[in-house]
């Protein structure tokens, strides 16, 4: 039985892009039905109130995290050994020589909220340049927009979500200052500044979706510094406590968690026309007048490839061939060590503080994309004694205790992440042989690091070590890196955005070339990653302006005189 449709549109996926979309369609007056195949959490399935919060990262139940296998991540090449992921206490990473996936390695997690549920809460606009990395730069892929298109939207969402941050950002020019000031930097990140002024290197304030004071009914933020974990104050600018919040309070949004899309129904011409979803144990077939996708850039392509059909044999959106292509992993670095004198580096808030130097596409030597360093010390857990006796003091019995007890709150960590531009490695098809309960293919993800990746690497490893070691660090205790693991919590580009439907699956306002009704709205879309951004707020403006697209309705946009 198909059920009539009682809902203007169904936006399938609860994170950045899908919360924000559903809120900016209910405040012009659509009902919205939200389908989130995970959970709804709740500030008591987080556990920093008890006395073995260290041993809980974020929260795993039932339905939680998305299914995917692994493909082809890369070899490794003996010349760039000195990339190899470590640690004092328990020694290489990865042993062999192949790359291999680090934990979970596709850190994301179903719920309302998204991934934002677990993320640090960096909250990044795109440098403008970052928008024409073919034209200008000769490498990656252009947007079909530019910083302009996206300026009152990055200013819409930050007054949404509070983001505190700095008074000017580099080229990043504003039309109105942050909603909030910036946190005050701790220990560690004022150790970084005044090393960076060594080095030449500018170090400010993060902007972070985390309130510096009370704002909109929340709370200012308590700097406990594990926002990974899950915050329970609802002082970080998750989605499920910001778009999600005040959509719901419209009136006009329907939620069904524990509800993923099964199947999707196209007629020949191409408009999608009804969906199959799950309800509880109850399959639901109901008519769609217009179906956004937000399930993220592993997800998404995995659906649209699964539903081909007869009239679409390739998969759906996809008479380009670029569905699940072009994807990008996280490029990532970190160097920890051991810094004498230094007290309480576990306090304060996680990626306070941020160098955007070597930001712009043509900010490294010699290479096309950049990327930006960061005071990580609390965001890869050095927050509590159990990561010191585990990671930094090697031994056992009393000497473990008494290194820790000497040691602890002394660890100086500084991260990087950067640019990564496409490769025909590098891509997420379905898996031959592994299916989900409804016996749909999972995702598959293949991802290999190109030269230009390990020459970016490498630079930010080098640029690390030179920092710790002017900050009077003179034995490193760990160091992470894309290298040999892949560890991904920003992925990219399986469903490009262009104005040419030869080359890419969605037009410039993340609408399918093929598919009149169907928009998508994740980082999926994404042509290009970045110099290391944090994606969530661009994921978010893009979504606001698709919702925006689909009503017929914009952002009111004054005159644009850059500010600062």
Same mark, same amino acid.
């Given at each position: 039985?198909?059920?009539?449709?009682?809902?203007?549109?169904?936006?399938?996926?609860?994170?950045?892009?899908?919360?924000?979309?559903?809120?900016?369609?209910?405040?012009?007056?659509?009902?919205?039905?939200?389908?989130?195949?995970?959970?709804?959490?709740?500030?008591?399935?987080?556990?920093?109130?008890?006395?073995?919060?260290?041993?809980?990262?974020?929260?795993?139940?039932?339905?939680?995290?998305?299914?995917?296998?692994?493909?082809?991540?890369?070899?490794?090449?003996?010349?760039?050994?000195?990339?190899?992921?470590?640690?004092?206490?328990?020694?290489?990473?990865?042993?062999?020589?192949?790359?291999?996936?680090?934990?979970?390695?596709?850190?994301?997690?179903?719920?309302?909220?998204?991934?934002?549920?677990?993320?640090?809460?960096?909250?990044?606009?795109?440098?403008?340049?970052?928008?024409?990395?073919?034209?200008?730069?000769?490498?990656?892929?252009?947007?079909?927009?530019?910083?302009?298109?996206?300026?009152?939207?990055?200013?819409?969402?930050?007054?949404?979500?509070?983001?505190?941050?700095?008074?000017?950002?580099?080229?990043?020019?504003?039309?109105?200052?942050?909603?909030?000031?910036?946190?005050?930097?701790?220990?560690?990140?004022?150790?970084?500044?005044?090393?960076?002024?060594?080095?030449?290197?500018?170090?400010?304030?993060?902007?972070?979706?985390?309130?510096?004071?009370?704002?909109?009914?929340?709370?200012?933020?308590?700097?406990?510094?594990?926002?990974?974990?899950?915050?329970?104050?609802?002082?970080?600018?998750?989605?499920?406590?910001?778009?999600?919040?005040?959509?719901?309070?419209?009136?006009?949004?329907?939620?069904?968690?524990?509800?993923?899309?099964?199947?999707?129904?196209?007629?020949?011409?191409?408009?999608?026309?009804?969906?199959?979803?799950?309800?509880?144990?109850?399959?639901?077939?109901?008519?769609?007048?217009?179906?956004?996708?937000?399930?993220?850039?592993?997800?998404?392509?995995?659906?649209?490839?699964?539903?081909?059909?007869?009239?679409?044999?390739?998969?759906?959106?996809?008479?380009?061939?670029?569905?699940?292509?072009?994807?990008?992993? #996280?490029?990532?670095?970190?160097?920890?060590?051991?810094?004498?004198?230094?007290?309480?580096?576990?306090?304060?808030?996680?990626?306070?503080?941020?160098?955007?130097?070597?930001?712009?596409?043509?900010?490294?030597?010699?290479?096309?994309?950049?990327?930006?360093?960061?005071?990580?010390?609390?965001?890869?857990?050095?927050?509590?004694?159990?990561?010191?006796?585990?990671?930094?003091?090697?031994?056992?019995?009393?000497?473990?205790?008494?290194?820790?007890?000497?040691?602890?709150?002394?660890?100086?960590?500084?991260?990087?992440?950067?640019?990564?531009?496409?490769?025909?490695?590098?891509?997420?098809?379905?898996?031959?042989?592994?299916?989900?309960?409804?016996?749909?293919?999972?995702?598959?993800?293949?991802?290999?690091?190109?030269?230009?990746?390990?020459?970016?690497?490498?630079?930010?490893?080098?640029?690390?070590?030179?920092?710790?070691?002017?900050?009077?660090?003179?034995?490193?205790?760990?160091?992470?890196?894309?290298?040999?693991?892949?560890?991904?919590?920003?992925?990219?580009? #399986?469903?490009?955005?262009?104005?040419?439907?030869?080359?890419?699956?969605?037009?410039?306002?993340?609408?399918?070339?093929?598919?009149?009704?169907?928009?998508?709205?994740?980082?999926?879309?994404?042509?290009?990653?970045?110099?290391?951004?944090?994606?969530?707020?661009?994921?978010?403006?893009?979504?606001?302006?698709?919702?925006?697209?689909?009503?017929?309705?914009?952002?009111?946009?004054?005159?644009?005189?850059?500010?600062?």
């Amino acid at each position: 039985m198909v059920l009539k449709a009682r809902f203007d549109v169904v936006v399938v996926g609860a994170g950045a892009g899908g919360a924000a979309a559903a809120w900016r369609l209910t405040q012009q007056g659509l009902r919205v039905l939200l389908l989130e195949a995970g959970p709804r959490f709740s500030a008591a399935d987080y556990k920093l109130h008890q006395p073995d919060w260290e041993r809980h990262l974020f929260p795993a139940p039932p339905g939680s995290r998305g299914s995917f296998t692994f493909g082809e991540l890369g070899s490794l090449d003996t010349d760039h050994a000195d990339l190899r992921s470590w640690s004092r206490v328990s020694g290489p990473v990865v042993r062999g020589d192949q790359r291999q996936a680090l934990g979970e390695g596709y850190w994301h997690v179903q719920g309302l909220g998204g991934s934002t549920l677990a993320f640090v809460g960096e909250s990044h606009r795109l440098h403008p340049a970052a928008f024409k990395l073919r034209s200008q730069f000769g490498a990656g892929c252009d947007w079909p927009l530019d910083y302009a298109d996206l300026e009152p939207y990055y200013a819409l969402c930050e007054t949404l979500v509070g983001v505190a941050g700095p008074a000017v950002q580099g080229e990043r020019w504003r039309m109105a200052p942050y909603p909030l000031p910036p946190h005050p930097l701790s220990p560690p990140a004022l150790c970084l500044q005044a090393a960076g002024r060594q080095l030449g290197m500018d170090w400010q304030e993060n902007s972070r979706a985390a309130l510096s004071r009370p704002y909109d009914g929340r709370p200012p933020c308590n700097y406990c510094g594990n926002c990974s974990r899950g915050c329970p104050l609802g002082d970080k600018g998750s989605a499920d406590v910001t778009f999600l919040r005040k959509a719901e309070a419209s009136g006009r949004l329907t939620i069904k968690t524990g509800a993923p899309l099964v199947r999707i129904h196209v007629s020949a011409g191409g408009a999608i026309t009804a969906i199959d979803y799950l309800d509880g144990k109850a399959l639901h077939r109901l008519e769609v007048p217009l179906l956004v996708l937000a399930a993220g850039a592993v997800q998404t392509p995995r659906l649209l490839l699964a539903n081909a059909g007869r009239h679409f044999p390739k998969g759906l959106a996809n008479s380009s061939r670029q569905v699940g292509r072009n994807f990008m992993e #996280t490029l990532f670095w970190h160097s920890a060590g051991v810094l004498p004198g230094l007290a309480n580096s576990h306090a304060g808030l996680p990626s306070d503080a941020i160098c955007w130097d070597h930001n712009a596409p043509d900010a490294v030597p010699g290479l096309v994309g950049g990327c930006r360093f960061n005071s990580n010390v609390q965001e890869i857990g050095f927050t509590g004694p159990i990561a010191y006796a585990t990671r930094v003091v090697p031994g056992f019995g009393k000497s473990l205790k008494q290194g820790v007890r000497q040691r602890f709150g002394s660890v100086l960590s500084v991260g990087a992440m950067g640019e990564f531009l496409p490769n025909d490695g590098s891509y997420v098809d379905l898996d031959p042989r592994q299916t989900d309960r409804f016996g749909m293919a999972l995702p598959r993800i293949h991802s290999r690091l190109g030269l230009a990746e390990l020459a970016r690497l490498r630079f930010m490893s080098e640029t690390s070590r030179h920092l710790l070691k002017a900050a009077g660090i003179e034995q490193l205790v760990e160091e992470y890196g894309a290298w040999d693991s892949f560890s991904a919590t920003h992925v990219f580009g #399986t469903c490009r955005m262009g104005a040419d439907a030869r080359t890419s699956v969605v037009d410039g306002l993340g609408r399918s070339h093929d598919h009149p009704n169907l928009y998508i709205v994740d980082a999926s879309v994404f042509p290009s990653s970045g110099g290391g951004e944090s994606p969530s707020l661009t994921i978010q403006a893009l979504a606001v302006r698709a919702a925006d697209a689909m009503t017929g309705s914009s952002v009111l946009m004054p005159s644009l005189k850059p500010q600062g």
